[in-house]
Structures are given as C-alpha cells and as structure tokens.
C-alpha cells in the first residue's frame, strides 16, 4: 500500500445548529488522483475549507504528512496548494507579476520558482500580458501555478473546471495528469463534471448529506460500471442454478437476494431470457447494463 500524505478521521462540523459534515474519514494516499464527488450541499467544499485551515471542525482529526497538532498543521498546510473555484488574481498585471506576488505572501524565496511553473502550466508566452485579458482557461492554469508557489506535496483542487469550454476542460486534465506523472503531486480534484473526472482520477471519494457513502478506485469503479445483463427476480437462487447448469458459466454476481449481474453471454442475451422463462423464473426486470461514472453516481442514490 502506498504511504498516506493525508488521514481525515470522524470529522463533523456544524454550522448554526445543522449538521453539514457527519463522520467523515477518508485516506489520501501518495501519488494519486483523487476525485471528490457530490451534489451541492454535500460537504465537499466545507471538507476543503477545513483541510486548508479556513474553517475548524466542530470534532475531528486531520494528520497531514503525519501531523496532527494544531501549530505543527499550520507548519505543514504550507506544502498544500489550494484552488477553490476562482483563483485571487490581480487582473492589471501579467501572469509572473501575480505569481511574484503570491511568493511574496508565502515566503517564496526561489527566484527561479515563477518561470519553472509558468512553463509547467502552459504560460510562458504571454509574457506582459495584462490578465484582464486572459482567458478563463488560461487564468484557471495561472491559479493552479500559483497554489504550486510553495511547492506543495498535495494540490486541493475545487471545481476548477466550472465555466470552461471543452478545450479548456481538456488543457486542465492533461496539466494535472502532468502534474500528477512527471512531479509527484498529489491531487484531490472536487467537480461536478464527472465526464472529465473519470477521465483523470485514480480513485474516489463520494459524498452525499456531510457522509462519505462510498470510497472506490477506478480499477473498483470499472468492475463495478462493466457490462453485464442485470436480472432481478425472487427466485434469485434458482435462477442462478439455472443459469449455471444451462449456460456453464461461473461469471456472475448475487448483488442482493433479488438481483444478479450475468457478464457473460451479452451476445446471446435472447437466449439468456429463454432459459429463465423455461425453467419458470419470474423476471421481473432484465436489461443490458454498462454505465458510466455520472449514470453509476446517479444510480448510487436512486436516479435522484
């Protein structure tokens, strides 16, 4: 198992009486690429703000590169970088004059450290472009340069690809998965646009009203999306001795004492509903399965 970088346990917080986050526990471990998946409302951006230091939970533990009393986390919050939404950019001056700025405020004293991250995120021609004059994709890869200004072990990235076009949610994915890659980082992305999401993350964290439902890796979330033929009958049982004797495959699952997954024989699915119906099974739904992260999210709380 690869070596955690960050370990949220049991945290809770409470804003004016309302319960927002409620047990949440979670562990981020080195070099991957987590996706942060919920509704509005959800927690995730109140789990973020906590994580940054921004908000204090109500009852909780964080260790951040195994630390976990409060001084020693304000020590090492400095080697996260944090994007929430819309990055704080000084619209009148040019991408390296923002970027000097923020190394100023974080006591950034590598003078090399601006035109290394500008060239990482895609921004060294612009030169003395005013920012005003940015794109929002290029002012988004400007905000992710400078949450990179301390050089940070873990990048908390929220919705950062809110408002973008496609070409622009693209620039964004492939930078992170450079990032990712080529320097280590690790990344915690929260969005909305699970399309995307699954086409970057290594693993995910899903939440629904302040709880984690769900915690997953792709290879995980793969199997679980893969094509099969769903069957749910009452007579779940017998239906799988059927299709053991008649069909001679072992290739299923009981998900519950109603429901079955065949994956095998998708291309004689006619044949599949025969053999039920001959040997008297009650089918009360039988359809050919393969979702996506958004339709399996979706699926997660009942097409809600």
Known sequence: MSEYILKVTNLTKFYNNVKVLDGVSFTIEQGKIYGFIGENGAGKTTTIRILAGLSEATQGKIEILGQTEKKQLEAVRKKIGILVEKPILYD????????????ILYGQKNTNIVPQLLEKVGLTNVKKKKVKDFSLGMKQRLGIAMAMVQEPKLLILDEPVNG???????EIRELLKSLNKEYGITIIISSHILTQLYQLATDYIIIH???IVELLTLEELNDKCRKHIHIETDEALKAIEIIRMKLGTENYEIVSENTIKLYDCMDDVKNVAKILFDGRILVTRFTVVGQNLEEYYIDLFGGK
Do not use: H, I, R, W
């Not at 009148?92 to 190394?103: D, Y």
């Not at 973008?164 to 693209?170: N, Q, R, T």
């Open 92 to 103: 009148t001056l040019s991408a390296a004059e923002n970027m000097n700025m923020q190394c």
């Open 164 to 170: 973008l076009d496609p070409l622009g949610m693209v």
């Open 209 to 211: 009203k302040g709880k």
